[in-house]
């Protein structure tokens, strides 16, 4: 294996008061969890590669296909657009989609290395 993945999910917002809190918190966690990812890819003897992290925005809502945005909705037979919907409809390709499989494979295609300082996370 010579890269891995992820979403970059360092901007998680809470709500209200504990906004700030729940900011700190995400990000620790989330600098933790690639440290370790980090940590079993060296042990386990992955030097090449690296792990990259790629900005979620339109993933899952841009066909991985033809590039072309299209909308989210309910069912692989549904084109009423449903925000948050579990399937992905491409009008161009005419074509659906499980969302998170088509946000994977958008994700998997972009290649962004990750800065080492992002790993360790904030601590603050």
Not at 59 to 64: G, V, Y
Not at 69 to 91: L, M, N, W
Request: with cysteine.
């Amino acid at each position: 294996m010579k890269t891995i993945c992820f979403e970059d999910l360092r901007s998680f917002q809470g709500k209200g008061g504990m906004r700030r809190h729940s900011w700190n918190l995400s990000t620790n966690l989330w600098g933790k969890m690639l440290e370790g990812v980090r940590y079993r890819r060296e042990a386990l003897g992955h030097r090449n590669g690296g792990i990259w992290l790629v900005n979620p925005a339109w993933t899952s809502q841009t066909c991985h296909v033809c590039g072309e945005r299209g909308i989210r909705v309910e069912g692989e037979t549904s084109t009423a657009e449903k925000r948050g919907g579990e399937y992905f409809h491409c009008p161009k390709c005419d074509e659906y989609f499980h969302a998170d499989v088509n946000a994977a494979r958008n994700i998997m295609y972009v290649q962004q290395p990750i800065k080492p300082s992002a790993v360790s996370g904030r601590t603050s």
